[in-house]
C-alpha cells in the first residue's frame, strides 16, 4: 500500500520560512517523480513545484519561483520543500503526490498517489 506522509507545517509569520517533508512507502521512490501542490479555501488546487527522481530537473509554478526549493533524499524515500519568504498568499494545505514517468507535469491528472496534507498558515 503506497502511503505519501506530508510534515512540517505551521503558523509563520510573513518573510519566514519553513520546511515540508513528504516521507514516501510502499513503492519504488526512485522510479517515481514527486511534486507539491497547495489548496487554499475555496480555490482549486494547484502545482507548485516538481522534481525529476534523481532530483536533477525541476519545475516551479511562477509564484513561487525563487523563493521555494524543492529537493530529494532517495536513501530516505522522501522530498522536501523549502519555503522561504512566506507570503499571507501562500496559505493554503500543501500535498505532495508521485507520479511515473520521465516529465514533469503540474497537471494533477498526472498524479497517481497523493498524500493527506499539511496545513500551512502565513500571518501579516
Known amino acids: 500500500q503506497v502511503q505519501l506522509v506530508e510534515s512540517g507545517g505551521g503558523l509563520v509569520q510573513a518573510g519566514g520560512s519553513l520546511r515540508l517533508s513528504c516521507a514516501a512507502s510502499?513503492?519504488?521512490?526512485?522510479?517515481?517523480?514527486m511534486g507539491w501542490f497547495r489548496q487554499a479555501p475555496g480555490k482549486e488546487r494547484e502545482f507548485v513545484a516538481a522534481?525529476?527522481?534523481?532530483?536533477?530537473?525541476?519545475y516551479y509554478a511562477d509564484s513561487v519561483k525563487g523563493r521555494f526549493t524543492i529537493s530529494r533524499d532517495n536513501a530516505k524515500n522522501t522530498v522536501y520543500l523549502q519555503m522561504n519568504s512566506l507570503k499571507p498568499e501562500d496559505t493554503a494545505v500543501y500535498y505532495c503526490?508521485?507520479?511515473?514517468?520521465?516529465?514533469?507535469?503540474?497537471?494533477?491528472?498526472?498524479?497517481?498517489?497523493w498524500g493527506q496534507g499539511t496545513q500551512v498558515t502565513v500571518s501579516s
Open positions: 510502499g513503492l519504488r521512490f526512485i522510479n517515481y517523480a
Open positions: 522534481l525529476n527522481w534523481s532530483g536533477g530537473m525541476t
Open positions: 503526490a508521485a507520479r511515473t514517468g520521465p516529465f514533469l507535469t503540474s497537471s494533477t491528472y498526472e498524479y497517481h498517489y
